[in-house]
C-alpha cells in the first residue's frame, strides 16, 4: 500500500506560507500584483483563470484579469503586454494558453520580461532553470519538488525517470530532479523498451497525456510514482496518467489524480509572484 501524496494538503500548507509573505510586504507598503490574461472563449482556459485568481484572493494578492475576444491580433496582444511589463502594480504577467491559432505563441511569451514571468518560459528564463539557477520555478515540476519536500522523499541518488519531454514538464522536471542530484533519463514516444526503463525508476514522473498508460507491469516494487496527467477516461471521468488501481499497490507514494500534482502549479505560480514582489523590496 503506498502513502497517498495529497497536493491539496501540501498546497494548502504552502499557501499559508505564501499570505504571510505578501502580509509582510503590504506591511512595508508594497502590494504584490498578478496580470491575468485569456483570449477567446476557450471553457478550459477559463476554469484556470478562474482558479488563479481566487489562489490571489486567498493570499493577499491583487490579480487584474484581461479578458480579450478571440479576433484579438497579437500585436495588440503584445502592445498590452508591454503596457504590464512597464506597470509597477504588476510583478507577474500570466498569459493563458492555447491562444487562438492566428496569434504567434512563441512572440507573445517572448515578449514578456523576463522579470515578470511568473510561467518562467520565457527562453531567459529557461535558460536559468537549465543553468540551476532558479529565478523563476517552472510551476508543475516545481510543485512536485514541494511534494517531495514536504513528505521528506529523498531525491539524492534516485534514479529518476521522467516519461514526457516537453517544454512546460518533461525537460524542466528533469533539470529539477538534476538539481537535487537525482540520476535522470527523460523518455519519449520513440524511446526503445519503455517499459524496462520505467522498470529502472526509483522515482517515476509520468507526464505523457494518455490516460492510465502507466501499467503495475512498468512500476518497480517501492516506486515514488508521480501522475501529472490530466485526462479524461472512456466514463468521461478525471484520471491521470497512471492507472492508479493496479500501481498503487506496488508503489511507496503516489499522487492521484485530481488532488495530487494539479493542486500544486497555480500555488508555485503564486509562489514566483511573491518572489517577484519581493525583489522590489531589495531593489527599495
Ligand atoms: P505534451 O503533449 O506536450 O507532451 C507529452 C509527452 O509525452 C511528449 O514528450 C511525448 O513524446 C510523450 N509521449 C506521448 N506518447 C508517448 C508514448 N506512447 N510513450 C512515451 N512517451 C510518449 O504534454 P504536456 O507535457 O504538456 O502534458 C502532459 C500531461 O500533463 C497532460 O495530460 C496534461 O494535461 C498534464 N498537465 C498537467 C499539469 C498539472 O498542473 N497537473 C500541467 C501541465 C500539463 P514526444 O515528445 O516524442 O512526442
Known amino acids: 500500500m503506498a ?4 497536493g491539496k494538503e501540501v498546497s494548502a500548507a504552502k499557501r499559508e506560507e505564501l499570505k504571510k509573505r505578501v502580509k509582510a510586504l503590504s506591511d512595508k507598503g508594497i502590494s504584490t500584483g498578478l496580470a491575468v490574461i485569456i483570449v477567446g472563449n476557450n471553457s478550459a482556459s477559463r476554469v484556470y483563470v478562474n482558479n488563479k485568481k481566487k489562489g490571489c484572493e486567498e493570499i493577499g494578492v491583487t490579480s487584474f484579469e484581461f479578458a480579450l475576444p478571440e479576433e484579438t491580433t497579437g500585436e495588440e496582444l503584445i502592445s498590452l503586454i508591454n503596457k504590464l511589463n512597464n506597470d509597477s502594480r504588476v510583478d507577474g504577467i500570466l498569459c493563458q494558453l492555447p491562444l487562438p491559432k492566428h496569434i504567434d505563441e512563441k512572440a507573445v ?37 514541494e511534494m517531495f519536500r514536504y513528505y521528506n ?16 514538464v518533461g525537460k524542466p522536471m ?7 542530484n537525482g540520476t535522470v533519463e527523460i523518455c519519449h514516444s520513440r524511446t ?41 477516461d472512456e466514463d468521461g471521468k478525471l484520471c491521470g496518467d497512471v492507472d ?3 500501481v498503487e499497490p506496488k508503489a511507496s507514494y503516489i499522487t492521484p489524480v485530481p488532488g495530487g500534482v494539479g493542486p500544486m502549479t497555480i500555488t508555485m505560480l503564486l509562489e514566483n509572484t511573491v518572489r517577484s514582489a519581493e525583489s522590489k523590496e531589495l531593489l527599495k
Open 3 to 6: 502513502e497517498i501524496i495529497s
Open 109 to 145: 511569451l517572448n515578449s514578456i520580461d523576463p522579470a515578470k514571468d511568473v510561467d518562467a518560459f520565457h527562453p531567459v528564463n529557461v535558460g536559468h532553470i537549465m543553468i540551476g539557477d532558479f529565478t523563476f520555478l517552472p510551476c508543475t515540476p516545481a510543485g512536485i519538488m
Open 153 to 168: 522523499i529523498p531525491v539524492s541518488g534516485k534514479k529518476c525517470v521522467v516519461v514526457g519531454r516537453s517544454n512546460i
Open 174 to 180: 528533469a533539470m529539477l530532479l538534476l538539481k537535487e
Open 192 to 232: 526503445a523498451s519503455l517499459k524496462e526503463e520505467c522498470l529502472t525508476a526509483d522515482i517515476l514522473v509520468a507526464a505523457v497525456g494518455i490516460p492510465k498508460f502507466v501499467t503495475a507491469d512498468m512500476v518497480k516494487d517501492g516506486a515514488v510514482v508521480i501522475d501529472v496527467g490530466i485526462n479524461r
Open 244 to 246: 492508479f488501481a493496479a
